[in-house]
């Protein structure tokens, strides 16, 4: 079988899986969801075995660090994957929910309802727990889902996907409704982003790369959920030890995730107190400062920023700082330079916060607030599939409901136009 | 100036009247779209010598019947189009809904608030009222808009945007809010499409030539407001006049129109009976019956269905009749050859009722009801982008909603993560 073959088969196989699970009852989907977590926990011991196969090549293919950590599997996170399917099932089940409704004047019921999607593709890189993560939250959403993930944790994906397939299937799910690409060949990810006859959305969660070669073939819809250049604007009338705190907070609670913060903006009229003051704070949690002049002038130990430094995502321990002359000149920064993710403003002025609220175009704009806030459980959503910086369809951080389409249910008693 | 700089020109103004746009007032934009409606009826002289010169080259190029017509412009045609003006202006503001909101345990306030896209490009064929209806809806929710017309009615569609344009800018809309392609060269459109820095959506309005073409290219999001084989099953229990009449209403109304009936789905215990009285009112209606051979065996009068017919989109008419066993023959059937618009089921069964409404994939599902009703005005949208069968952001009647997206608004008093 070729690859397309393969590909166009899963589709297949997903393509009808879709349909049964259309009107899959909640309670089937979260029995399926607490077997998958038990039959997780069952079989960790093969998924050991499995994983330090996939390891063990990735030691001799050179992988350190960071990404070989994120790679090996242990009993502590197969048992945070098992309870990530276990608080799936306790969410509220978005299919059925009524958004709208009303009785037209010609007696016409209409209701606005959420329905899956119908075939979800999810490409990713690296962490194994993704697929997992994917697979559960597109099943509690009535959707088939087809995972495609990164060649080095090839087999312990492929693993993963059998054991919560297997679960589900033996619970109720329709064969098919989770479906794992095994092969690298990646000939199979443009397949899938052009398989518009049977896939509703493909979401790419990885590296711009991987972004910027599905944009350029999809014709499937796809959710990107690109990175975030998030700033935070200490305005003249802030109180400048909460701004010290959101800043130091936005950058270094957890610097390599999206909503952390990478450019500092400081009103001129108090950089001179306030420069020295967060310099010292960031200092000591070892944070490179890059400075425009004015800045270093307020602090001799900073690097110079060049214009590459603001648009820069660091996801480090690095932050960009930049004394502003005003509001405008803050805002007019934000939207040259980011990526309308998270942008914070730190304030006293009632005026300036709604100015920057309404006039700073990002999927989350904060008074007197960390970014680092922007998270699907931080905002109450209960779960989430990632952070869309795109505005259509779902915008900020992605919960089920992202992962819904809608339908007008018409009831009539023989109406005619 | 080659075509390519052309447009990015267009776009980069557009981009630039979308920063304003995002703040603008309802007064103000309520003022400028009945600013340009008096200036369309002041203006319509100008409009008619422009379109003469229009209709004169369409005819030369051998134009006539409807398409011809639907380039002419009259006095009720400007009046028309003055008139949607004026009520778009009495449509709330969809900018600044509140959609949802909550405060969270840690005291930050979030909410959820609807705010403009940014830049919309339309694209459409012949009909020159596109232009204002395009323009006027696109400016309410917020957006600029660049307009891409048909060659055929290009002088004219240019004059309706000089002139609306000039009377929204008088009347405090940023200039380059309404952006107008004077050109037939066909690469505008595919550059719209691959325009991802400055447009945030794309809509086709148009054959399936358009949309295929733009599908291939496009990176801009597109929403496609795709054909409609839209289906009317008779169940056994149907009270037969009323789905006769429905039937009726669903074909003829306006046969030209994507939420018509294209095929009449029959329960075989009810057939003998209906389908003798169903063909004699869409006979008395001029409609031609194309049938299988169980629905050709009770009107010899029927022509022969084909495999072709089921996926057929007629838009004039004729009429497909398939004689089915069951309700899921008709499911299955609407699945294998419906586009996913608009649907009805004619019952007198509750069950069978929740069955279609919920089995049954498409943007708008009736029970008892014309399929007819699709329309946002009929739905009390106030207003219709068009008709999505995607699934993505927005499916069915497109209101003004379709054309803004949401952005999270955080107030804190200090929270950190």
Redesign the interface.
């Known amino acids: 079988m070729t690859t397309q073959e393969y590909v166009f088969d899963l589709a297949e196989r997903a393509k009808k899986a879709s349909?049964a699970l259309?009107?899959l009852s909640t309670a089937t989907k979260n029995a399926a969801l607490n077997a998958m977590a038990d039959a997780l926990v069952a079989r960790q011991g093969e998924i050991f075995e499995t994983n330090a196969r996939d390891v063990a090549r990735a030691e001799e293919r050179g992988l350190t660090g960071a990404l070989l950590s994120r790679l090996k599997l242990n009993e502590k996170k197969v048992a945070a994957m098992a309870e990530g399917c276990r608080q799936v099932a306790t969410l509220p089940d978005p299919v059925g929910r009524v958004i709208s409704g009303?009785r037209?004047p010609n007696g016409?019921q209409?209701e606005?309802v959420r329905?899956p999607?119908?075939v979800v593709a999810v490409i990713f890189e690296s962490r194994p727990n993704v697929t997992v993560d994917a697979a559960i939250l597109a099943l509690k959403a009535g959707n088939a889902v087809i995972l495609r993930g990164g060649s080095e944790a090839l087999e312990t994906n492929a693993l993963l996907a059998r054991i919560i397939s297997e679960a589900a299937t033996q619970n109720g799910v329709p064969a098919g409704a989770i479906g794992f690409i095994e092969t690298s060949d990646r000939a199979a990810s443009s397949q899938l982003a052009t398989l518009?006859s049977h896939i509703?959305?493909i979401i790419p969660r990885g590296g711009e790369g991987l972004k910027k070669a599905l944009?350029?073939v999809a014709?499937v819809?796809v959710?990107f959920a690109a990175g975030g250049v998030c700033h935070v604007f200490v305005d003249q009338s802030a109180?400048l030890n909460?701004a010290a705190?959101?800043a130091v907070?936005?950058k270094v609670?957890n610097p390599g995730v999206c909503n952390s913060l990478e450019t500092l903006l400081v009103h001129r009229q108090i950089a001179e107190q306030f420069v020295p003051l967060v310099s010292q704070k960031l200092g000591d949690q070892h944070v490179v400062l890059k400075g425009d002049e004015r800045a270093r002038s307020l602090d001799s130990s900073m690097q110079e920023a060049t214009e590459e430094d603001w648009a820069a995502e660091y996801l480090d321990l690095t932050l960009a700082v930049r004394i502003v002359d005003s509001l405008d000149e803050a805002i007019v920064h934000i939207?040259k330079y980011g990526t309308q993710h998270s942008d914070a403003i730190v304030t006293t002025s009632y005026a300036n916060?709604q100015r920057f609220?309404?006039?700073v175009?990002?999927?989350?704009?904060?008074?007197?607030?960390?970014t680092?806030?922007?998270d699907g459980f931080?905002?109450?959503l209960g779960a989430e599939v990632g952070i869309s910086t795109?505005?259509?369809?779902s915008?900020?951080?992605m919960g089920l409901d992202a992962l819904t389409?809608?339908?007008?249910?018409?009831?009539?008693?023989?109406?005619?136009?």
């Open positions: 349909v259309r009107t009303e037209r016409l209409i606005q329905v999607l119908g518009s509703d959305l944009m350029s014709t819809p959710i109180d909460m705190n959101i907070n936005a609670s939207a916060a609220v309404y006039e175009d990002s999927a989350a704009v904060y008074v007197n607030a960390s680092r806030f922007t931080e905002f109450g795109q505005k259509l369809h915008r900020g951080p389409s809608t339908k007008y249910i018409v009831r009539g008693d023989g109406q005619i136009r």
